[in-house]
Structure formats: structure tokens, C-alpha cells
């Protein structure tokens, strides 16, 4: 199974930036679907943004639209989630995850159903006002 190791946790003021990264064990091939979730202890955890076949389908909620940018480096085996304009309603811990799939709709349906066969530890991501 796939390990994921994310970067540790990142706070900052609102309007500032932040990067986080997800490191995985196995080399990335054209058929990962990689995702990034976040969830607070008041809200379910909700899908944030999503990348298939290296960029060719990606996907954002609407409320990072804008302001994030997910990536990914085949040589480093790791995936990048940019936020910018951060405010305080995007505080939340912040998860990657990883599963292989046929398609860029197979890929947004795991991103719906938050169904990725591997998970990383988790990092908090704390935007003061």
C-alpha cells in the first residue's frame, strides 16, 4: 500500500500563503488520482482539491477556486496543494490521499465519495485574523 507523508503543520495570517506537500512511497504513474481534504471538529471533511494524469483533469472546491493550486512532481513522487489569500475559515487539518484510477471521472468520483485507498497522517493548517 502507498504511504503518504505530508509536510509538517502551517500557520499564518490571514491573506498570507501557504504551501503543503504530500510525499508518496511508490513512484507516481499516469493513473494516480491525487487529492487533498481538509476537516475541522465542526465540519465533515470535505474535498479540496484533485489531480489526474499529471495535470490533464484537475479539480477545486468553490470557495479555493482561485486561490490554491494543486501540482505534482513525478521525479519527487510528492504533491503540492498553493494556497493563497488564506483566511480563517480555511483553518482545518488538512489530508492528502492517493489511488489509482482509469479516468478523470473515476477520479472525481473517488474525490466525491472521499473513497482514496491511502491517506496521509494529516497536517493543521491554522490562518489567524
Known amino acids: 500500500q502507498v504511504q503518504m507523508v505530508e509536510s509538517e503543520r502551517g500557520s499564518v495570517q490571514a491573506g498570507g500563503s501557504l504551501r503543503l506537500s504530500c510525499a508518496a512511497s511508490?513512484?507516481?504513474?499516469?493513473?494516480?488520482?491525487l487529492g487533498w481534504f481538509r476537516q475541522t471538529p465542526e465540519k465533515e471533511r470535505e474535498e479540496v482539491a484533485a489531480?489526474?494524469?499529471?495535470?490533464?483533469?484537475?479539480y477545486y472546491i468553490d470557495s479555493l477556486k482561485g486561490r490554491s493550486t494543486i501540482s505534482q512532481d513525478k521525479d519527487k513522487n510528492t504533491v503540492y496543494l498553493v494556497m493563497t489569500n488564506l483566511k480563517p475559515e480555511d483553518t482545518a487539518m488538512y489530508y492528502c490521499?492517493?489511488?489509482?484510477?482509469?479516468?478523470?471521472?473515476?477520479?472525481?468520483?473517488?474525490?466525491?465519495?472521499?473513497?482514496?485507498?491511502?491517506w496521509g497522517q494529516g497536517t493543521q493548517v491554522t490562518v489567524s485574523s
Open positions: 511508490e513512484h507516481f504513474n499516469e493513473t494516480m488520482c
Open positions: 490521499a492517493v489511488d489509482r484510477t482509469n479516468s478523470a471521472f473515476e477520479c472525481y468520483d473517488l474525490v466525491q465519495r472521499a473513497a482514496f485507498g491511502a
Open positions: 489531480i489526474w494524469k499529471g495535470g490533464q483533469w484537475t
